[in-house]
């Protein structure tokens, strides 16, 4: 994780893509709920969010297709796993 705390240091967005509904359950301050399945029409608005991004849900499945997904789109990001992983290195 320590690729995560750095991404965090130097500014990364956190993306969460889960469900609305589970976001609003818990998640990292400050991150930006993307729901998986709208990313792909969302690439854009998530590019001018930031120049490097950490992606997470709840296990870590779905923030790994995000992270895919971006960066065959060329953004610079990684797969964060669960979101409390990050929600760690947030103060």
């Known amino acids: 994780m320590d690729e995560v705390q750095e991404y965090l240091e130097n500014g990364a967005v956190v993306i969460d893509v889960r469900t609305i509904a589970e976001y609003e359950e818990g998640h990292v301050p400050g ?3 993307i729901v998986l399945d709208t990313i ?6 998530i590019k001018a969010l ?3 991004f950490i992606a997470v849900c709840r296990s870590g499945g779905r ?3 995000a992270t895919q ?3 065959d789109e060329g953004l610079d990001v990684i797969n ?3 979101w409390q992983m990050v ?3 947030v103060d």
């Open 80 to 82: 964060g796993g669960p």
């Open 69 to 71: 997904f971006l960066s």
């Open 31 to 33: 991150s930006k709920n």
């Open 63 to 65: 923030s790994g297709q």
């Open 50 to 52: 930031g120049k490097t």
């Open 87 to 89: 929600d760690q290195f």
């Open 40 to 45: 792909p029409e969302r690439v854009e608005e």
